[in-house]
């Protein structure tokens, strides 16, 4: 708690004031640009390696950067992922929607032991929020990891904007990252199809208003990938594909 008291009485002299003249800014004329989803580790701090500011994203952070499906939107049951999707794309019409899952995601790497049913089993989740949460939503990303029974050579199908719009993924084609990473990019990308599931989104993903991306971050390097659905695979965003990236997402995604 001192470290934050800290932080605070800095934040109070070298950056409060320059804030508050962008608060101003775009109170009266906000122009959010995304919604971005990623994990709650405190080594991820979106708006630094984005370099983005005040008004321009509404950042959503969980454990393991999951998006639950509709289908556990079941009598106004909800949690606040679905929440800020309405909030930030139907409210706000914000047009981007982004999910960044990042390298060595400790909610990852325990929904990869949750592969055994012993760490898995009923006792354990009703002791643990956690594993609760990861069973629950990352089910699916998990069940898609397991069928390729380790042999990421071979194609993936994913779906996005809608049951149509399929894109194929062949992940860490260099067999440069853990079998948890290559989960976690996975699972990133199984949540553009759990984004798609809410009805309220549906004619905006169907008349190309709104778009899902996939971002991947590699703590150890401090890369970013782009998920390329023309390259079919997660590109690092550099000096060497930016101009590339920026055409697709501008032929695909304006
Ligand atoms: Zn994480």
Request: glycine share 4%.
């Amino acid at each position: 708690m001192e470290r934050i008291l800290r932080g605070i009485m800095r934040y109070r002299v070298l950056d409060r004031s320059s804030m508050v003249k962008q608060f101003q800014q775009v109170k009266d004329n906000p122009v959010p640009k995304a919604v971005f989803y990623t994990c709650m580790d405190s080594r991820m701090i979106p708006t630094r390696f984005t370099e983005t500011s005040v008004g321009d994203m509404f950042v959503v952070r969980n454990a393991g950067n999951l998006i639950p499906h509709s289908q556990h939107f079941v009598d106004e049951m909800t949690s606040c992922e679905p929440a800020a999707l309405e909030l930030g794309c139907i409210i706000n019409d914000i047009r981007h929607i982004i999910v960044c899952g990042h390298s060595d995601c400790k909610a990852m790497n325990l929904l990869y032991k949750l592969k055994s049913k012993e760490e898995s089993n009923t006792e354990q989740r009703r002791m643990s929020p956690l594993r609760s949460w990861l069973c629950n939503h990352g089910q699916t990303s998990l069940d898609k990891f397991i069928a390729m029974d380790g042999d990421f050579s071979k194609p993936m199908l994913f779906t996005a904007e809608t049951p149509q719009t399929k894109f194929v993924a062949y992940i860490d084609p260099e067999n440069k990252f853990s079998t948890e990473d290559k989960l976690s990019q996975v699972n990133t990308l199984q949540q553009l199809q759990n984004i798609a599931s809410y009805g309220m989104l549906k004619s905006r993903l169907q008349k190309h208003e709104l778009h899902i991306h996939a971002l991947w971050f590699d703590i150890f390097t401090g890369d970013i990938y782009y998920f390329s659905r023309r390259a079919k695979t997660f590109v690092v965003i550099d000096e060497s594909t930016y101009e590339t990236i920026l055409a697709e997402v501008t032929r695909y995604y304006s």
